[in-house]
């Protein structure tokens, strides 16, 4: 497909319908909670654009951002992600390499300057100087820097990218931050998630190039329509934990009749994200269902909080040793108190004090 | 660190450090205290000691005849706000969770929901507490401000709780941290005020009831 050809066209002559189209309109229109006249009128916006440019950047990641989109369940998504975007530069997925690469992400940058999407995966080390990686001689911070200046937008994939993530994890040994943390003046959408949902990934690109515009976001950053609510409140297993019936194992009566997985750490209360409603593979499951707590992946900080098998009614410390020390120094001063006033009444009395 | 990392992390320790201080050092400062032998000779027909203080225990437990209704109100609502913070605290989950975080101990807990309903009721109860204290000449001006602080203090969790668990207001973890500062608040302040009456009632009244008895008090 030529970049100057419509979406529209492309897409017919690759066999898929209008009425393909118009269905997977529908189907990011009911995702993202947009009116019913917005599948249609995002059909027709996305028939007639022209492919997004879209730069790929993969930093200090592990490579599951790119697997889940592109092994998503759905052949028809992982096809129309791909035919909606000019996928320019892309590490793992371009079949060149070296200076050839190079070359065709410096062409992407001044061919659609001010117009093409940066997709980031991965977290941006600048310990050493951003000596812990670096692609064809520049640091991960350069890459990003001078990628960003004429992008339209940037789209940070993965909790890496949005908040740091695993390498962000203490003691971050190599400095990691997320891409909000180095891209400013520019705007930057978080979908967060390890790895984020594919749906997310499709649905955001999809809504930017029918409405020309971000969806509506959270203090996160993150499009509301896919983080507005947590994975507690759609949580199947709900009435489970109203009801007050925990699993206290991972296998016993509890957890085999599926009730609720809070005593097992499970972060889903603070977690927001989509998978209890979207799920994974097609729908099939997510990890609750599995029988696992939520991890709470797609929220800043989440290997940072007190272990995923910890309840998150406890404390995410251990304070027996300062609360050992506070009450042996509270002994102590009341022991002295009392040994005070004994002095006291003894003077009182008369007596010499031996 | 977001507010609810810092809540459940070292500002809940911290409270829980306060806690142990407090606590340990009202109670070894008392109960090291020289125990000055009552040289008196007992009333005839007083009871033994333990008997007395046990007596009065369980006197005080009771409204008192003699102060007819005025007296009824007091206790009455003091069993419901009493009770109902013991079964906060001791039956819903996630607070059996946090006590098992710190002592390793855990038991059975009641559903969610009468919980919440013990939560609204104990609440109402606070709050009749608090307008009886202003409404009553005789108990507002024997009131101090370490008696309100108490009050709040101890409403405040059980407010944010309920915040927390219907979601108002707020979002969840920002409701959640709110209610687990306002826990540390209660622990933090416990063992220096009023609050402390928690470990020290039954020593006060079984002290004073043994005192009084020996003294031929007809209490
Ligand atoms: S399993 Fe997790 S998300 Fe589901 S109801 Fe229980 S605590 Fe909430």
């Known amino acids: 497909m030529s970049d100057r050809e419509t979406l529209g066209a492309a897409l017919a002559r690759c066999g898929i319908s209008r009425r393909a189209l118009l269905k997977y309109s529908s189907y990011l229109a009911t995702l993202m909670a947009l009116p019913p006249a917005a599948s249609s009128a995002m059909a027709e916006a996305l028939a007639k654009a022209r492919r997004q440019s879209v730069i790929w950047l993969s ?20 096809d129309l992600i791909f035919n909606l975007i000019s996928l320019d530069y892309h590490h793992t997925l371009m079949a060149v390499s070296g200076a050839a690469a190079e070359a065709a992400r410096l062409e992407a940058m001044k061919e659609n300057a001010g117009k093409y999407l ?5 977290s941006v080390p600048l310990g050493d100087d951003g000596a812990y990686s670096t692609i064809a001689g520049i640091t991960n911070r350069q890459m990003l820097t001078e990628t960003v200046e004429h992008a339209l937008a940037v789209i940070s994939v993965g909790t ?35 790895p984020p949902l594919p749906e997310a990934m499709a649905g955001t690109v999809s809504y930017i190039l029918s409405f020309g515009k971000l969806p509506e976001l959270d203090h996160l950053h993150r499009p509301k329509a896919f983080f507005g609510d947590s994975i507690h409140d759609r949580c199947y297993r709900r009435p489970f934990y109203e009801r007050g019936m925990f699993a206290k194992s991972f296998d016993d009566d509890g957890a085999r009749n599926g009730w609720c997985l809070y005593e097992l750490g499970c972060k889903g209360p603070v977690t927001y994200n989509s998978c209890a409603t979207l799920k994974w593979n ?12 939520c991890l709470g992946c797609s929220e800043p900080g989440f290997w940072d909080k007190g272990g995923f098998y910890r309840p998150l009614a406890a404390g995410t410390g251990s304070p027996g040793v300062a609360v050992g020390a506070a009450a042996i120094g509270g002994v102590a001063v009341g022991a002295a108190s009392a040994a005070l006033h004994r002095r006291r009444l003894h003077d009182q009395g008369g007596e010499k004090p031996k | 660190m977001t507010l609810l990392d810092a809540a ?19 109670l070894s400062s008392l109960l090291l205290l020289p125990f000055a032998r009552d040289k008196s ?57 946090f006590i098992k975080s710190l002592f390793g101990v855990s038991w059975g807990n009641l559903p969610n929901n009468v919980i919440y309903a013990v939560a609204v009721v104990t609440v109402a109860s606070l709050a009749a507490a608090l307008i009886r204290r202003i409404s009553n000449p005789v108990q507002r001006i024997i009131s101090t401000f370490d008696d309100y602080v108490a009050w709040f203090v101890t409403l405040l969790p059980v407010l ?60």
């Not at chain 2, 992390?9 to 142990?20: D, S």
């Not at chain 2, 007992?42 to 005025?70: C, D, M, N, V, Y």
């Not at chain 2, 009456?197 to 002290?207: D, E, I, K, P, Y």
């Open chain 1, 59 to 78: 930093f200090q990641e592990c490579t599951g951002c790119t697997e889940s989109l592109t092994r998503s369940f759905s052949p028809t998504l992982e």
């Open chain 1, 118 to 122: 940066v997709v980031v995966d991965g």
């Open chain 1, 160 to 194: 890496c990218a949005a908040f740091g993530g695993l390498p962000h994890a203490d003691p971050n040994p190599t400095g990691a931050v997320p891409v909000s943390a180095i891209v400013t003046g520019k705007p930057v959408i978080n979908i967060s998630g390890c």
């Open chain 1, 282 to 293: 097609g729908g099939t499951s997510f990890p609750i269902q599995s029988g696992h707590g």
């Open chain 2, 8 to 26: 459940r992390g070292p500002v809940l320790q911290l409270a829980l450090a306060i806690f142990a201080f407090g606590v340990a050092w009202r």
């Open chain 2, 41 to 97: 000779l007992p009333r005839t027909g007083a009871p033994p000691a333990a008997f007395a203080a046990l007596r009065e225990i369980l006197r005080r437990s009771w409204p008192q005849k003699s102060f007819g209704r005025a007296s009824l109100f007091m206790t009455v609502n003091s069993y419901v706000f009493h009770l109902g913070l013991a079964l906060i605290v001791f039956a819903f989950a996630p607070h059996i969770l």
């Open chain 2, 160 to 219: 944010t709780g309920l915040a927390a668990a219907s979601h108002l207001i707020a979002r969840y973890e920002t409701l959640l941290a709110i209610h687990i500062l306002s826990v540390a608040l209660f622990l933090a302040w416990l063992p220096f005020g009023k609050l402390m009456h928690a470990f020290l009632v039954f020593v006060t009244r079984g002290m004073t009831g043994a005192y009084l008895s020996r003294r031929g008090a007809q209490l």
